[in-house]
C-alpha cells in the first residue's frame, strides 16, 4: 500500500531566534501618512520618529517584525491588507499587533482572520455602530488586547460585557484589564438584550 503522506513537504519553522527577533522588531509605523487605501502601501516610506528607526530588513528584503500601525489615517477599508502585510513583512503569519486606530472604518472587516498570531488589535476612534461586528473576531484565539472605545458601540449600556461574552479570550478592553467581576456578569443573560445607544 503507498503511504502518500511520505510525498507531503515538511513545514519549515522559523528559528526560534528569528520569532523572537520578530517580536522585539520596531514597528512598522505608517501612521498619519494621508492613508485612503493600501493597495500602494509597498510604496510608502515608514515613519521612524515614534519608534526610533525603522524595523531591519531579512535576507528576502522584507521587514522583519510583527506590528503594522496603520492609525491616524482615512481607511475605509482594508481590502489589501493580507497582500501589503506579505510584501511588507519577513514572515508574514507572525503579525501580532495592528493599530488601525482614528480611521474611518464603519464596520469590521473579515481580513484581520488571516493573523491568526494576532495579540493586538487596535481599532479605537472609528465609526464601527454594530456590536455584532465583533464577532468576526471571535475565531482569532490568541487576541488579548483590543480596543473600540471612541466607536459608536462604545456608548452601549452593556458594551463591555457584551464585548467579553463575544471575545472571551480577550485580556484587556480599551487599556483596560478584564477584571474577574466583568467576567462574570459577560454572561449569554446578561448580554441577552442589547441596549440602544445612549
Known amino acids: 500500500m503507498n503511504d502518500s503522506s511520505q510525498n ?3 513545514i519549515q ?14 514597528p512598522l509605523d505608517y501612521s498619519s501618512k494621508n492613508l485612503r487605501t493600501l493597495d500602494k502601501l509597498i510604496n510608502e516610506t515608514p515613519l521612524s520618529v515614534r519608534v526610533h528607526g525603522v524595523p531591519v530588513r531579512g535576507v528576502n528584503k522584507r521587514f522583519i517584525c ?12 482594508l481590502e489589501g ?12 503569519a507572525y503579525l501580532t499587533w495592528i493599530d488601525v486606530s ?5 464596520n ?15 481599532m479605537h476612534g472609528n465609526q464601527i455602530n454594530d456590536i455584532m461586528d465583533v464577532i ?42 478584564i477584571t474577574r467581576q466583568e467576567r462574570s ?10 441596549n440602544k445607544i445612549i
Open 108 to 122: 469590521i472587516g473579515q481580513e484581520f482572520l488571516h493573523f491568526q498570531n494576532l495579540r493586538i488589535l487596535y
Open 66 to 77: 510583527g506590528a503594522i500601525w496603520l492609525n491616524n489615517n482615512y481607511l475605509t477599508s
Open 136 to 177: 468576526k473576531l471571535k475565531s482569532l484565539l490568541k487576541l488579548r488586547t483590543l480596543t473600540l472605545h471612541g466607536n459608536p458601540i462604545s456608548r452601549l449600556v452593556n458594551y463591555r460585557s457584551l464585548v467579553l461574552f463575544y471575545l472571551p479570550q480577550i485580556k484587556s478592553l480599551d487599556f483596560s484589564l
Open 13 to 26: 519553522l522559523p528559528d526560534p531566534k528569528f520569532v523572537q527577533d520578530i517580536k522585539i522588531g520596531k
Open 8 to 10: 507531503v513537504p515538511k
Open 102 to 106: 482614528y480611521n474611518e472604518f464603519k
Open 185 to 194: 456578569i459577560a454572561s449569554p443573560i446578561a448580554c441577552s438584550t442589547i
Open 81 to 92: 491588507l493580507n497582500k501589503s502585510v506579505e510584501e511588507l513583512l519577513e514572515v508574514p
